[in-house]
């Protein structure tokens, strides 16, 4: 039977399906990550309460999304009903205590449970433009907004924040584009109708302020259990990729802010990635290789993380590799597809000589799974075929009357149940659009109500001497002398030549008559 250093899971069985020995998991491994795998209905969620409750009941906070509310039921006490007692009694679980767990609830949309939020800065240009599933010309342009917005103190909280920078991006195109490369207005336009879709999906619910605080993730109550954090996804599941998103940017979050601490007694928080392969459809390659870094290295600051899904085909090799810990479900092989996964799925096994694992994957029943965990010195047990405990929770889902209470005795109730909407990029950008407008009007003012005509003097008449200004009648500055003539002065000497030019020849003729007459 488990001890405070383990996790008791379930009981494994002997071929002629006798009861052989307790099937644990070390606390000391518990952050060398997991996976749980299996068809729909073969008993996965059921695993999952199972491995939450024995967290949370040796002191490490958890977090997990509730795809169904079916896992809701965790806050709740257990129920004695008989197929339950019968499964204690076959995996020698003496004695079956029922218990409640303290549990906060979570939702992105703020219906079932409290508001969770982040904000465009945080949540980054790589993951929005996986969330928005833009081009790479448009990634383009997502970075060299980010850019701006760092350059120019502009702070990115909520939606509206980034659909104005964008519209300031789109206004200043060439000068950008000089900058950072080609930035088009029709690229910024479709970013901008993404966004539109976005917001109408539910983003606008998550980007924005009081952010989440990963420390109210990691919350333990005061007689030393973990707190379960159950994020209500039924929703959420609508947009798929805004879950997916989510997920990777809180995995992110806690790899950036938690401390190194090498490989502790037990997990700091274990992290449940429900319906896992919806992070790797279609995912692109930088996605991916983010995905493995951070599961690769987040073990280190203390955190496990154990992917939830059907099939271990949906995880991609280079995740698998990572994980240690692993409960496999029962798996259909009626198509190739499925053939391979189940070959795939006992290949990672340490392989028992009492039974053939990819013939046993197809034949086990509801709440039956083969278990490797690791032992000692981090070494993948031998699998065995195991009956999986049942839970001391409740086994179902809550009533809404019952969530209404537990989320009103929160510890983080009124912490973000309002959104707060502080000065930022769009407000920014609403001010500096405003005084530019300002000026301008105030510079037409000041110009001259007759600025639109041309004044022309002649040298040496009327104002020339000191031309006065009609707005003020103060003195002009006296033109500087210049060897250049002005069209003015140009058409004076003309006529004074040509004037000149004509009284000459008057005064020639005169004389020339004058002589005629002599002779």
Same mark, same amino acid.
């Not at 939450?52 to 040796?58: D, I, L, Q, R, T």
């Not at 952010?211 to 209500?232: K, Q």
């Not at 939830?308 to 994980?323: F, K, S, W």
């Not at 002005?486 to 020339?512: C, M």
């Given at each position: ?203 606008? %619910? &998550? *980007?924005? /302020?009081?952010? +989440?605080?990963?420390? #109210? ?5 005061? =007689?030393?259990?973990?707190? @379960? ?41 274990? %992290? &449940? *990635?429900? /319906?896992?392969? +919806?992070?790797?459809? #279609? ?5 991916? =290789?983010?995905?493995?870094? @951070? ?225």
């Amino acid at each position: 039977m488990a001890d405070e250093s383990s996790i008791f899971i379930g009981a494994s069985r002997k071929p002629d399906d006798s009861y052989q020995g307790p099937e644990e998991l070390l606390l000391k491994y518990g952050n060398r990550h997991g996976l749980v795998t299996g068809a729909t209905g073969t008993g996965k969620t059921v695993s999952l309460q199972v491995l939450a409750e024995g967290f949370s009941n040796a002191g490490v906070p958890v977090f997990a999304a509730d795809i169904k509310g079916d896992l809701s039921g965790i806050a709740a006490m257990g129920e004695a009903k008989d197929f339950l007692v019968a499964r204690a009694e076959q995996v020698k679980l003496d004695p079956y205590e029922f218990q409640e767990f303290p549990v906060i609830f979570w939702d992105l949309f703020g219906e079932k449970g409290h508001p969770i939020r982040a904000t465009v800065s945080e949540m980054g240009p790589l993951l929005l433009s996986r969330l928005m599933n833009l081009t790479d010309a448009q990634e383009g342009v997502m970075n060299i907004a980010f850019k701006i917005a760092d350059e120019e103190g502009l702070l990115l909280l909520d939606m509206k924040d980034l659909q104005s920078l964008l519209a300031n991006i789109a206004g200043r195109a060439d000068e950008i584009s000089s900058r950072y490369g080609n930035v088009t207005k029709p690229s910024v336009g479709a970013i901008q109708r993404t966004l539109l879709v976005l917001e109408q999906q539910g983003g606008n %619910f &998550f *980007f924005g /302020e009081p952010a +989440l605080n990963i420390a #109210d993730l990691m919350r333990t109550t005061r =007689d030393g259990r973990g707190a @379960v954090s159950i994020l209500a996804a039924e929703k959420l599941m609508m947009n798929p990729r805004l879950y997916a998103t989510f997920l990777l940017w809180l995995m992110s979050e806690l790899f950036e802010q938690l401390p190194e601490i090498g490989d502790p007694d037990k997990p700091k928080l274990v %992290f &449940f *990635f429900d /319906e896992a392969h +919806l992070l790797f459809t #279609d995912a692109p390659k930088a996605l991916v =290789d983010r995905v493995e870094q @951070v599961v690769r290295l987040i073990r280190s600051k203390g955190v496990g993380v154990y992917f939830v899904t059907q099939n271990p085909l949906d995880v991609p090799e280079t995740v698998l590799a990572q994980l240690g810990n692993r409960v496999q479900h029962a798996l259909r092989a009626y198509t190739p597809r499925e053939q391979k996964a189940v070959r795939t799925a006992a290949d990672t096994f340490r392989a028992n000589p009492d039974f053939d694992c990819a013939e046993a994957i197809t034949k086990l029943g509801t709440g039956e799974a083969l278990i490797s965990t690791l032992e000692e010195k981090g070494v993948p047990s031998i699998v065995q075929r195991t009956l999986v405990r049942p839970p001391a929770s409740r086994l179902g889902p809550i009533t809404d009357a019952e969530r209404s209470k537990i989320i009103a005795e929160s510890p983080v109730t009124g912490q973000y149940d309002k959104t707060v909407d502080r000065e930022s990029a769009f407000e920014t950008l609403q001010k500096r659009a405003a005084d530019k407008a300002q000026a301008e009007q105030q510079a037409q003012e000041a110009e001259p109500a007759d600025s639109g005509r041309t004044r022309w003097t002649i040298p040496g008449f009327g104002d020339d001497a000191a031309p006065t200004t009609r707005t003020t009648g103060r003195a002009a500055p006296r033109p500087r002398a210049s060897n250049r003539q002005t069209v003015a002065e140009a058409a004076i000497k003309s006529v004074v030549r040509s004037v000149g030019s004509s009284v000459g020849r008057a005064l020639v003729r005169g004389i020339l008559g004058s002589l005629k007459k002599g002779f």
